[in-house]
């Protein structure tokens, strides 16, 4: 018989073998013996669920229970309730509660009342024995709430106020009276205790401001001990584009009369807040955060609030250290992005909100991340997977405590239906013409047999892409690398050589034309069709591309439509300006033109209800977050989402990059990833560089779908319901997740059919099919149409 001797953090410390069964039989508390050279005594057995769990591990994380508290904790368990207000009858409760009077009344129909305070919790925190008073939302707010907004207050309010880790701690530390002394079960609340962070992850668009602002308004009024409030002061950490969004919101929801903020820009600095008494909210950008540190650290801030809180999901970088270094124990991280795929990256935001919860990294990586990776080995032994599951589970279960995600889904029926579309352009002679040749020049031929260096492959894909958006944007990179005599550039000049042989003699990259690209093409005449059917109705086209914007801005110009534009330069802040002039129904704008990674995260643009993704990234979320943009609270019309793809193209194989079972590896996806730290094996570099000139969908040759699209279809109006589609090979519809990348299953059941179809109702869809060879479309809430 063998054994392995662990510290509290899951470390191996020592092995012993050799022993016989029987000295084990009985094994029971108080008993010695000695194991890896160690004299071990056994102060309690674990159960193997706790083990399994990794729960017994927790008792040791975090420093160690200073004496004092220890005592006060030992107090607590031993004299719970002494020196806690009388609330042992229920009239005494209902007494206690109406001596102090409620902000608002508790007792209306529809009035949201947030949990008393049990008497732990008061033992901890009433220590001058206020009397309880109900912490009610505002009226005014409850109003507009959704269902998952109240839950989601709910859950906020009890975080913050430490509520919900406590009971944990309650509910486990029963199980470990058997085994351990009270000094571990104090260990334990020691461990739940002082942890107020919250990370509300909810889908993009279901209104994480609004909930925060909720929470920030009732705690800046009210408090369950006498009605004194629980938070003077909140400061708020924002991406740069959206510290005018949140002004907004705040205005929206309480108008201007009952709370102030203060929001930092060139012409209000943190010293003015500092020297004001006014203001209880404090709203900044990251940057701006960073700059003005100095002065930050100096107030005293009880609630924290970091809006697309992803980015802190690095430990070691500047923000997420300087906001670590705030003394403010109530931190709330908002973010619409998944969270959980990278396991250290969760340790991160989990411990920048509840610091040391799960104990040291070191420690976390041994309980947690090891037997869960190793768990998903393949080659791992059926107990490896048994351990990782129960690992993985006792994690979700723990911080499931203090995370909440709601899907889309809650908030499907107050939308109006989505309509959404897969385009597949034809492309141009011209960028026929030059795909080939660039496919068959060296560089990519030295790609192929591995002998260039590791970043070659971009710079093709790079220039494949940019083919497919424009043939111009390829001709301006090869100009300008022919007049610049630097560099190594030998990759470049493998790649480029006799390309410019192929533009005409005179080719003139300002004055391009649209037919020279097949996306372009499509582009032009659905403007053409929307700006004609829905005069009243606007478009948000999307690149992640300055220099495409570029082009696509001059299709607007030359149509005369009238646009405006967010991109990585548009100053910080004039961006809320632009949105509000765009979503207000007065502007005569038709066009939003917006550069999604640099600027879109977050935004509101409702009143725009056709979105075209010109281009694609590698990264679904990235494009999930831009199609976010118009479908959300808010909106008015039926929501039409194009993407526009090259068929044959590379563009297509990113498309099933982003759906296929690889892209999906690990479930989720991450905003913050570049395709720079994609790694491509040869294999999978040959499949990107080749065209299928002659396919009109490749992705739907992948699928094994016997239809050839052009089956007569009965109908397709908008109204029918994305079950009825027409090549159902696949399970029946799933019910999805509407934010996670769709699966090759899933869009098999999309509705699907070439250009070519004789039938095609679709008076956008008709407009544009002599450019189109394939779509692809779905439909969400048809039924609210
Ligand atoms: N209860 C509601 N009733 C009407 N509109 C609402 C409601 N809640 C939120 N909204 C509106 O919905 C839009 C989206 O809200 P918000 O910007 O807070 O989303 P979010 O969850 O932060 O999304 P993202 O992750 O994209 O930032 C806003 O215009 C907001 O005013
Ligand atoms: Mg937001």
Not at 315 to 336: D, F, M, N, P, Y
Not at 416 to 425: D, N, S
Not at 428 to 449: D, H, P, T
Not at 589 to 615: C, E, P, Q, R, T
Request: with cysteine; hydrophobic share 35%.
């Amino acid at each position: 018989m063998s054994f392995t001797l662990k510290d509290l953090e899951g470390k191996d410390i020592g092995r012993g073998i050799g022993y016989k069964f029987r000295e084990f039989e009985k094994i029971e508390e108080g008993q010695t013996l000695m194991i890896g050279g160690k004299e071990i005594e056994i102060m309690g057995v674990i159960s193997s669920d706790d083990f399994n769990s990794g729960r017994c591990f927790q008792l040791g994380r975090g420093s160690p229970a200073t004496p004092s508290f220890s005592q006060a904790a030992r107090k607590c368990f031993s004299k719970p309730f002494k020196s806690v207000c009388k609330l042992n009858s229920k009239e005494n409760r209902q007494n206690d509660f109406q001596s102090c009077k409620p902000r608002h009344d508790p007792y209306t129909p529809n009035s949201l009342v947030m949990p008393r305070p049990d008497k732990n919790h008061q033992w901890m925190f009433n220590k001058n024995c206020f009397s309880l008073v109900d912490v009610v939302i505002d009226p005014h707010l409850v109003h507009h709430l959704r269902p998952h907004q109240k839950e989601g207050i709910i859950f906020l309010y009890e975080c913050v106020m430490g509520m919900r880790l406590r009971e944990y701690c309650l509910l486990n530390s029963q199980s470990y009276c058997l085994s351990l002394s009270s000094v571990g079960i104090a260990v334990i609340s020691h461990r739940m205790n002082g942890r107020y962070g919250a990370i509300l992850a909810d889908e993009m668009g279901l209104g994480k401001t609004l909930q925060c602002i909720s929470l920030i308004w009732t705690l800046q009024c009210q408090g369950p001990y006498g009605g004194k409030p629980v938070i003077k002061k909140t400061l708020i950490v924002t991406p740069g584009s959206l510290v005018n969004n949140w002004r907004k919101e705040f205005k929206k929801w309480l108008g201007n009369e009952r709370i102030k903020i203060f929001t930092v820009d060139q012409d209000h600095k943190v010293e003015e807040f500092i020297k004001s008494t006014f203001y209880p909210v404090l709203i900044i950008s990251y940057e701006m955060f960073l700059r003005s540190l100095d002065q930050i650290k100096n107030i005293k801030f009880d609630l924290l609030i970091c809006d697309e809180g992803h980015r802190l999901k690095n430990s070691t970088i500047k923000t997420t250290t300087a906001l670590i270094s705030l003394s403010c124990e109530k931190r709330v991280i908002l973010t619409g992005t998944p969270i959980q795929n990278d396991l250290q990256e969760f340790f991160a935001l989990i411990d920048f909100v509840n610091p040391g919860i799960l104990g040291s990294l070191s420690s976390y990586r041994k309980i947690y991340e090891e037997p869960i990776i190793m768990s998903r080995e393949p080659s791992s032994s059926e107990e490896e997977k048994k351990l990782g599951e129960r690992r993985a589970a006792e994690l979700t279960c723990l911080t499931g405590l203090f995370i909440l995600r709601r899907t889309q889904e809650v908030i499907n029926k107050y939308l109006p239906p989505k309509i959404e579309t897969v385009v597949f352009c034809r492309p141009g002679a011209l960028q026929i013409e030059l795909y080939q040749k660039l496919l068959n020049s060296q560089a990519v031929r030295f790609c192929l047999q591995g002998l260039l260096e590791n970043s070659a492959h971009l710079l093709c894909i790079g220039a494949l892409k940019k083919l497919c958006n424009h043939p111009c944007l390829l001709f301006s990179s090869v100009k300008d690398k022919e007049c610049s005599s630097t560099g190594d550039e030998n990759g470049e000049r493998n790649l480029y050589q006799g390309l410019l042989n192929v533009f005409p003699a005179d080719y003139n990259p300002l004055l391009f034309t649209e037919n020279e690209s097949g996306k372009l093409q499509v582009l032009s005449k659905l403007l053409a069709v929307i700006h004609e059917l829905r005069p009243t109705e606007k478009v948000v086209l999307v690149s992640n591309y300055t220099q495409t914007l570029n082009i696509l801005q001059e299709v607007c110009q030359r149509h005369g439509y009238a646009y405006v534009r967010l991109d990585g330069q548009t100053p910080i802040s004039q961006r809320q300006h632009i949105v509000d002039g765009f979503n207000s129904k007065y502007s005569s704008d038709f066009v939003f033109l917006l550069s999604s990674k640099a600027g879109g995260i977050g935004l509101n643009l409702i009143g725009g209800s056709h979105l075209i993704l010109y281009d694609i990234d590698w990264n679904p979320a990235t494009d999930i977050q831009a199609m976010s943009r118009v479908w959300r609270d808010g909106q008015k019309y039926p929501v039409h989402i194009y993407r526009l793809l090259t068929t044959g193209t590379i563009e297509e194989k990113i498309y099933q990059r982003q759906i296929s079972k690889q892209g999906l590896s690990g479930t989720v996806v991450d905003l913050t990833k570049a395709s720079e730290h994609i790694q491509f094996s040869v294999e999978e570099l040959k499949n990107l560089f080749t065209f299928h000139e002659s396919s009109h969908c490749v992705t739907h040759d992948l699928l094994d779908c016997e239809c050839t699209g052009e089956i007569d279809h009965a109908d397709d109006s908008l109204e029918k319901s994305a079950i009825s589609r027409h090549c159902q090979l696949g399970p029946h519809h799933q019910k999805s997740d509407s934010l996670k990348p769709l699966s090759m299953s899933q869009l098999k059941q999309w509705k699907h059919f070439s250009g070519d179809n004789l039938n095609l109702t679709d008076p956008f869809l008709k407009r544009i099919r002599d450019n189109v060879s394939f779509f692809f479309q779905n439909i969400t809430n048809p039924s609210t149409a």
